[in-house]
């Protein structure tokens, strides 16, 4: 079945440490989002990517990285530079399509040992 | 600078009633789209409803319904006969209208639990 697959469900990290989550999707959608989700907050936006070999910073980029290699994968590296990563993290990927929605995955949950 | 308001922060009713979510919106965009996601306690957001600026009828989906008013910048959420698995965090979102470059602003959600 197309879907968005986001791995690991669980994730920690060590103080210091660079960690890098997963996001594959089979939907042939161009653009594709991570999102960041803490308690009792929405959805705030750190990068997204139009299309292949291209990404924009969103709203709260710091402390993040990702990289566009192939269409169908997006992953979000968390650096040791991000103070405080403990969060639900959602990647999200939409077809060009401007009538279409941007379809979530399952989320990966990182917590700082 | 967008902005979306959902001021229910939790909402408890009894099975079977109804209950309506609210969203107030800020933007100085002329287009925009308007969003309702579904975000069970398993965590992935599903999409409920997307409404563009210029179409203010209301839509009916089965139980739920979307009520848009540019007026008041509002675009409340009712769900009728509320069941159980209607339980969940729903959020509201805006988008501006820059067709293959669609940035969410997310509302901060509303908690719904239905009490059998």
């Known amino acids: 079945d197309g879907g968005i697959t986001q791995s690991p469900k669980y994730l920690f990290r060590k103080e210091g440490q660079n960690v890098t989550l997963s996001c594959e999707q089979n939907l042939n959608h161009d653009a594709m989002y991570w999102y960041r989700q803490d308690p009792g907050q929405g959805l705030r936006l750190i990068y997204y990517?139009?299309?292949?070999?291209?990404?924009q910073k969103g709203d709260i980029a710091e402390g993040y990285s990702v990289s566009r290699e192939k269409k169908e994968s997006f992953p979000l590296t968390v650096t040791s530079a991000q103070k405080n990563p403990t969060a639900f993290y959602l990647c999200?990927?939409?077809?060009?399509?401007?009538?279409?929605?941007?379809?979530f995955g399952d989320g990966t949950r990182l917590s700082i040992l | 600078a967008q902005k979306v308001t959902q001021a229910q922060t939790e909402i408890s009713v009894v099975e079977k009633e109804d209950v309506t979510l609210d969203c107030v919106y800020e933007t100085r965009d002329t287009t925009y789209y308007l969003f309702w996601y579904k975000q069970p306690p398993s965590g992935e957001l599903v999409f409920l409803i997307r409404?563009?600026?210029?179409?203010?009828q209301n839509e009916i989906s089965g139980r739920y319904s979307w009520n848009f008013q540019k007026s008041t910048s509002s675009f409340n959420f009712t769900i009728t006969a509320s069941q159980v698995v209607d339980s969940a965090v729903y959020f509201c979102a805006l988008s501006e209208a820059n067709f293959g470059n669609e940035k969410l602003t997310f509302g901060t959600g509303t908690r719904l639990t239905i009490i059998p």
């Open positions: 990517s139009q299309i292949v070999n291209d990404f």
């Open positions: 409404r563009n600026s210029f179409d203010e």
């Open positions: 999200a990927s939409r077809t060009d399509n401007s009538n279409q929605p941007q379809h």
